[in-house]
């Protein structure tokens, strides 16, 4: 039945009439919407609107690669077109739920109606993952939407029968590992993840959860599955240790996939193919893969040992740089100036009198760009330096995963250089940041392309270890120089190095090796 739904041509504006089929880049998502829930409405057989749906879907599922290219890890707060396209896609995924829901009481067989209810749970469940793509919070309404539909097949005995007609990317797919998807995704935290780095979560997740099981009773060696989800929750998985053993208490069981994922990190560590992550590492650099699985294992295998984001009563004020600008400014204490450019009168007018150039001068030189700065709170600090940070909602500029800061908590201190790790959009607009601080020397530096004698110099950092166990590092915007590439830095003289490989790439930054030339 469903296997050739795909074909039936249908438009969105005429889903009940049986309409040709409008290409996919054509349909919005407030028409398949509309299409969706005229469906609902619509007096007809179950099998008829499943088929229906089973086409709307199809289209659904190409819409959601164009419109999420469009929010998905964007800088905070996003654009008006941005958060309209992320809206369409929760109401879409939502009202093809509602469908489907309308289809349970289809007659066929156990594989007919299983595919049925996988259907409703993968449409809540997408709708569900869209939000941790913005770096929000799911609603529990649908968490409790999501874990009612569960209970319900569950107890049909439909969880674990499989589809009439999986996908060939989808082998043996079930109710409980489409359930399992969802509940490991959110599980992930992916608000401390990059862009890239969800989207290789989401590739590589349909196989992962095919390594995971969901049991009635605690998992053997479950010290190593400590996750659990409670069915009749508004909430998803979460340590079995703080939820109340209940019939309704089902435990993540990821001792497999543990194993599989330290096998995977090893093979980095130690400089190994590893096939499995070749696309994964075309687009990310090694620690960066390396740091995901880390990640991942710690969240899906090892909860509850990593670090508690608890806040403390003794909130510290900051001033924080948020563009190359102001962080330069902020590390090499004066404004910016072009290599070889001559002084300006008052310049020369400090120099003559007191020997230096005054900071009202400084402060007179210095442009809008270069001197912003915005008032954020640090509400907790672990051993290590990573900062915990309140932003308020009312603060216009954009912040991003992986973007460059530097925080300055007194005019007396000097600033810190700290990177954007882990980023939440609370419902008052108020963001929660953590960062990770850079340890080590940073001074502020020029560069240019060597032999670009006519181009203008840039802000760059360089940033020495305080042991100077490991060679210096330089932090560029993303793009500026490739590897190997010849580069004209200046401090207070020029010198010519060379680029090396990328150590670390963010939103906007790059922290790559280099060597005198």
């Known amino acids: 039945m469903a296997a050739t739904a795909h074909s039936i041509p249908l438009t969105p504006a005429d889903a009940s009439a049986g309409a040709p089929l409008a290409a996919a880049a054509e349909c919005s998502a407030v028409e398949l919407r509309q299409a969706a829930q005229d469906l609902a409405a619509a007096a007809m057989p179950a099998a008829e609107r499943f088929q229906r749906l089973e086409i709307l879907r199809a289209q659904a599922l190409e819409l959601l690669v164009t419109d999420r290219s469009r929010y998905a890890g964007q800088p905070l707060p996003l654009t008006d077109d941005q958060r309209t396209a992320w809206e369409g896609q929760i109401a879409l995924w939502q009202s093809l739920y509602i469908g489907y829901a309308l289809c349970t009481d289809i007659k066929?067989?156990?594989?007919?109606i299983a595919t049925v209810w996988q259907r409703a749970l993968d449409n809540l469940g997408r709708a569900i993952r869209e939000h941790t793509r913005i770096y929000r919070l799911s609603p529990t309404a649908l968490w409790k939407e999501l874990n009612s539909c569960y209970r319900a097949a569950e107890a049909c005995g439909l969880d674990v029968t499989a589809l009439s007609d999986p996908a060939p990317s989808a082998a043996a797919q079930t109710c409980k590992r489409t359930y399992l998807l969802t509940l490991l995704h959110e599980a992930a935290n992916l608000f401390a993840c990059s862009a890239a780095q969800a989207d290789a979560l989401e590739r590589h997740l349909p196989d992962w959860v095919q390594?995971?099981?969901?049991?009635?009773?605690?998992?053997?060696?479950?010290?190593r599955s400590p996750l659990a989800v409670d069915l009749q929750s508004v909430a998803g998985a979460r340590l079995a240790r703080e939820l109340a053993p209940t019939e309704h208490l089902r435990y993540v069981d990821t001792s497999v996939l543990a194993t599989r994922l330290r096998e995977l990190a090893v093979s980095l560590r130690e400089q190994r193919d590893v096939p499995e992550l070749a696309q994964l590492l075309r687009e990310l650099p090694r620690l960066a893969v390396e740091r995901?699985?880390?990640?991942?294992?710690?969240?899906?295998?090892?909860?509850?040992?990593?670090?508690?984001?608890?806040?403390?009563?003794?909130?510290?004020?900051?001033?924080?740089?948020?563009?190359?600008?102001?962080i330069h400014f902020q590390i090499s204490g004066r404004a910016f100036r072009q290599p070889g450019l001559r002084y300006t009168r008052e310049e020369e007018h400090d120099l003559a009198t007191f020997g230096h150039i005054t900071e009202r001068t400084e402060q007179r030189l210095l442009t809008g760009r270069s001197s912003a700065l915005e008032p954020w709170e640090i509400v907790n600090q672990s051993m290590s330096g990573s900062l915990g940070m309140l932003r308020k909602g009312d603060l216009a500029s954009r912040i991003g995963h992986g973007q460059l800061i530097a925080v300055r908590t007194s005019s007396a201190s000097a600033p810190a250089l700290a990177v954007v790790q882990r980023l939440r959009l609370e419902n008052d607009s108020a963001l929660n940041v953590g960062a990770r601080v850079i340890h080590g020397?940073?001074?502020?530096?020029?560069?240019?392309?060597?032999?670009?004698?006519?181009?203008?110099?840039?802000?760059?950092?360089?940033?020495?270890d305080e042991d100077k166990k490991t060679p210096p590092t330089l932090i560029?915007?993303?793009?500026?120089?490739?590897?190997?590439?010849?580069?004209?830095m200046y401090t207070t003289r020029a010198e010519t190095i060379q680029v090396g490989e990328v150590i670390e790439r963010g939103c906007d930054y790059e922290r790559v090796a280099f060597s005198q030339a």
């Open 441 to 464: 020397e940073v001074r502020g530096v020029a560069v240019r392309m060597f032999g670009a004698s006519t181009d203008k110099y840039e802000r760059a950092l360089v940033v020495s």
């Open 108 to 112: 066929g067989d156990e594989a007919a």
């Open 476 to 488: 560029t915007a993303t793009g500026q120089f490739p590897s190997g590439a010849l580069v004209e």
């Open 292 to 326: 995901l699985l880390t990640h991942l294992y710690v969240q899906w295998c090892s909860a509850g040992t990593g670090r508690i984001d608890e806040r403390r009563d003794a909130v510290t004020r900051a001033q924080v740089a948020v563009t190359m600008h102001a």
């Open 211 to 223: 390594q995971v099981d969901l049991r009635a009773v605690p998992p053997e060696g479950a010290a």
